[in-house]
């Protein structure tokens, strides 16, 4: 089936309109008509080919709501009229330690991501969520409370599991104590999910003017990071610290606010650490430095059923497709509160 989508067609190229193919229904495949995607900062990366491997044309888009169209022959679990969602991942090896564990975004033999992938059983590359549909194994596909509005929903798929990940596997509850470095896409996703959790929560940040949004997303409090007494004063505080800054920093400065036995867990970075972590801090507290990657599917659903519970959404401004480029631009700008969503019904 063809379909509507963008595509970025070199990495120095805008994305423009592109007709892309959808496979016929596998058995156990769904067919979902896309209502809205949001717009993740991967997204940009790897039109512009940031990361080196990308395979051109690639349509972006892995933060997927709509409505189930199809499902294949032996499809139980979903029927036409769904609201579902589709996020990062749409297969994986399904028998490695990882995927045994429900954690099938550390699967050991290669996940296949929802764009810019290899498909494991017809070796087509994977085109996401900037397009009209998507076909999607049926293990890949979540459902979506419809009490959720569903363009709020759509970042749930990305950012809202990438926070709510190490939220759950640090075990935060009532009573722990967490900080949230970094005020966009995905930190505003982490207060709202730390405070439903019953944390105390703090954002760091180094803009003063980002207090009051802070608070009304869930921060208890508001450390600003390049104030030397407020950092002294929040000293082994913190049981866990989300660090969510997409771009290299020093994170020296954090640890020792960490208490002992803490940890601070690095979701929006990948690449090397500069300034040099000085291990001193780690060694004296039994502090730790992580990482962590989205979420396996079984996570992924968990947390839409919570924020069903909770009325949790992502703060977003939705824009229409031919606004993708601009969308962008303002993105490396952070000229967004907090998350771009494409209308799908623009494509049309």
């Known amino acids: 089936m063809t379909v509507n989508a963008y595509a970025a067609t070199a990495a120095d190229a805008d994305l423009t309109p592109f007709a892309i193919d959808r496979r016929a229904l596998r058995p156990d495949d769904v067919a979902i008509d ?44 979903f029927k036409t009229g769904d609201l579902v969602g589709v996020g990062c991942l749409v297969d994986s090896c399904q028998h490695c330690a990882a995927c045994d564990h429900d954690e099938e975004q550390y699967c050991l033999n290669g996940w296949t991501g929802t764009y810019g992938s290899v498909d494991k059983v017809d070796g087509t590359i994977t085109h996401g969520g900037y397009a009209q549909s998507i076909v999607v194994n049926d293990k ?53 999910l730390a405070n439903a959790l019953g944390a105390e929560v703090t954002l760091f940040s180094r803009s003063p003017s980002k207090v009051e949004d802070a608070k009304r997303l869930g921060a208890h409090k508001v450390v600003i990071s390049t104030d030397a007494d407020a950092m002294a004063e929040v000293s082994n505080e913190f049981d866990l610290i989300i660090d969510t800054v997409p771009y290299v920093h020093d994170i020296n400065p954090y640890m020792p606010t960490l208490a002992y036995n803490g940890t601070l867990v690095l979701v929006g970075y990948l690449g090397p650490i500069d300034p040099v972590l ?67 019904s623009t494509l049309a």
């Open 34 to 77: 896309i209502d809205f995607c949001g717009v993740c900062h991967s997204d940009l990366h790897t039109a512009r080919n940031d990361w080196g491997h990308t395979t051109y044309p690639v349509v972006p888009g892995h933060e997927i709501i709509g409505r189930v169209r199809a499902v294949g022959a032996d499809v139980t679990g």
């Open 140 to 192: 890949f596909v979540l459902r979506v409370p419809e009490t959720l509005d569903p363009a709020g929903a759509a970042p749930l798929l990305c950012a809202g599991i990438t926070t709510w990940s190490p939220l759950r596997h640090w075990n935060v509850g009532k009573g722990s104590k967490v900080a949230v470095v970094g005020l966009g896409g995905l930190g505003h996703m982490a207060l709202k």
């Open 278 to 344: 000085n291990s001193v801090m780690m060694v004296l507290g039994r502090r730790s430095v992580a990482g962590s990657l989205i979420g396996g599917i079984k996570e992924t659903q968990e947390m839409l059923e919570f924020c069903g519970a909770h009325g949790i959404t992502s703060d977003v401004e939705v824009i229409r497709i031919e606004e993708i480029n601009a969308a962008y631009e303002r993105m490396l700008k952070s000229d967004v509160k907090y998350r771009f969503v494409i209308d799908n």
